[in-house]
Structures are given as structure tokens and as C-alpha cells.
């Protein structure tokens, strides 16, 4: 079992940055994949970064190079650095996370957070 917690959202303006927390427990927590996905509202979810318990990354299309994935596990903390937001950026972001790399990947991992709102204005 693993609890999920995101902190960071906001309103920021168009071209401002944004980092995300996550905060897990749980006594796998740190040990088990940790992953972002956002959703707005009418939309899918989209798939945005992954990071596993060793430190290997995986971005969703079009997501590298303005989003960045870490975690430090002495915090049971994972992270998403969002860089050059734009109004599109705007959505609900979830924290996720689970065995397999896939299912995150998927956008159907077994343990999400309730989510965080970022506000992206013109």
C-alpha cells in the first residue's frame, strides 16, 4: 500500500516555472516506480514522466526537455520541475505509482494521489 500526496500547484503565468511535490508513504514507498499524469477536464489523461526507485527516467511524448522527474528518497519526495509552462500546461496533475513501468505508463497505475491544480494564464 502506498499513500500519494501532491503539494505545488498554483496559478502561474505563461513562460513562469512550477515544481510539483509528491510525498509518499507507505512501508514500500520507496522502493516502488513513481510517475506524474495530468488531466483536464474533457480530455484524457496524459502520461508525463516516471522515475524508478534506482533513478532511470521515462518521459511521455512532447513531455522531455520542458518537464523534469526526480525524487529523493531520504524524503520519500518525488518531484516534477515544469519549465516554459504554457496555457495548455493547464490541467490537474497526479502523482502516481506502482510495480510496473508500464501501467504507469499507461496511465493506470494502482496508487494515485488526489491531485494538484496548475493554472497556467496568458
Known amino acids: 500500500q502506498v499513500e500519494l500526496e501532491e503539494s505545488g500547484g498554483g496559478l502561474v503565468q505563461a513562460g513562469g516555472s512550477l515544481t510539483l511535490s509528491c510525498t509518499a508513504s507507505?512501508?514500500?514507498?520507496?522502493?516502488?516506480?513513481l510517475g506524474w499524469f495530468r488531466q483536464a477536464p474533457g480530455r484524457e489523461r496524459e502520461f508525463i514522466a516516471l522515475?524508478?526507485?534506482?533513478?532511470?527516467?521515462r518521459y511521455g511524448a512532447f513531455m522531455k526537455g520542458r518537464f523534469t522527474i526526480s525524487r529523493d528518497d531520504a524524503k520519500n519526495t518525488a518531484y516534477l520541475q515544469m519549465n516554459s509552462l504554457k496555457p495548455g500546461d493547464t490541467s490537474v496533475y497526479y502523482c502516481?505509482?506502482?510495480?510496473?513501468?508500464?501501467?504507469?505508463?499507461?496511465?493506470?497505475?494502482?496508487?494515485r494521489g488526489k491531485g494538484t491544480l496548475v493554472t497556467v494564464s496568458t
Open positions: 502516481v505509482a506502482d510495480w510496473s513501468l508500464g501501467t504507469i505508463e499507461n496511465n493506470v497505475a494502482s496508487w
Open positions: 507507505g512501508p514500500t514507498s520507496r522502493t516502488v516506480n
Open positions: 522515475i524508478t526507485p534506482t533513478g532511470d527516467t
